[in-house]
Nanobody, 124 residues
């Protein structure tokens, strides 16, 4: 079992930055692929980014490429999402996720573990 707790959300003006953190419990954190999803009001949940267990590979949805960076620190059981040049359309609840396999992130599946979400609001 893996428990995920997000932090770092908030209100920011367009063009600003936020860094989301996700603290994971469990001794096997370093073996899990990790990712972020988001859901805006009235919209479907959307994949944002993922990172493999060793950080060797990352992938992003096109709309955040060049602005967001996912990273992880396995010694701290934490994954991060650095968000720069934020836009109003980035406003959503952001969810941290984990799975023992990276495949859900690349084939449009649903990762096994989810955090409770953190709100990100970008004002224009």
């Amino acid at each position: 079992q893996v428990q995920l707790v997000e932090s770092g959300g908030g209100l920011v003006q367009a063009g600003g930055s936020l860094r989301l953190s996700c603290a994971a419990s469990g001794r096997t954190f370093s073996t899990y692929a990790m990712g972020w999803f988001r859901q805006a009001p009235g919209k479907e949940r959307e994949f944002v980014a993922y990172i493999t267990w060793n950080g060797g590979r990352t992938s992003y949805v096109d709309s955040v490429k060049g602005r967001f960076t996912i990273s992880r620190d396995n010694a701290k059981n934490t994954v991060y999402l650095q968000m720069n040049n934020l836009k109003p359309e980035d406003t959503a609840v952001y969810y941290c996720t984990a799975d023992q396999n990276y495949r859900p992130y690349v084939v449009g599946g649903t990762p096994a573990y989810w955090g409770q979400g953190t709100q990100v609001t970008v004002s224009s």
